[in-house]
């Protein structure tokens, strides 16, 4: 692994500002609902959804699926693979996919047509962080935490290479020369 710094990009309280703020979006837009099923995509999400979880005032369930195109690498290798799937149906359910990031497109494009072809009622995507000027796949998240420059980022749940996910704040990675 090359060395590196982590700058602050985005503070814990920054974060913990606007996760209040999508779980307020996310009531209003589930109103009703007789439970949300929160569906975590593993493993950078685990922070934010837990946060968002216990922020939302709405009956929820949650599972996780886990997907891969990254492995140890900065770049998405664009090869998506389903490495853990969900435990429960959701023929019929609402479902909030939450993501951590949406970068090229490519996981969540394959995340939401494999979910969509299970015929949930509602499929929705909440993603924290959204790289649109990286985007190669047609696909936006309805709610989106913040929108961020093309820049590789770590902490509050993302890592490289499996560090760095601790942070609880959401950091730019700087390579050193």
Not at 47 to 59: G, H, M, N, T, W
Not at 73 to 94: F, H, M, Q, Y
Not at 124 to 146: H, M, N, Q, W, Y
């Amino acid at each position: 692994m090359n060395a590196y710094e982590v700058e602050i990009m985005l503070s814990e309280a920054q974060i913990s500002a606007r996760v209040n703020e999508l779980a307020a979006e996310i009531e209003m837009h589930f109103a009703g609902t007789e439970k949300l099923v929160l569906i975590g995509l593993l493993r950078g999400s685990f922070v934010f959804i837990s946060d968002l979880a216990r922020k939302l005032d709405l009956p929820v369930e949650i599972d996780f699926i886990e997907a891969s195109s990254y492995g140890d690498a900065t770049n998405s290798s664009r090869e998506v693979r389903i490495l853990k799937d969900l435990r429960a149906p959701i023929e019929g359910r609402d479902v909030l996919v939450v993501e951590d990031i949406v970068d090229t497109g490519h996981t969540l494009g394959h995340i939401t047509a494999l979910l969509e072809s299970r015929s949930p009622a509602r499929l929705e995507v909440c993603a924290l962080l959204d790289k649109p000027s990286r985007r190669e796949v047609p696909i936006k998240a309805r709610f989106t935490g913040f929108e961020i420059a093309d820049e590789f980022v770590v902490g509050y749940g993302i890592d490289y290479a499996q560090a760095n996910r601790n942070l609880p704040y959401i950091g730019r990675v700087v390579f050193a020369d």
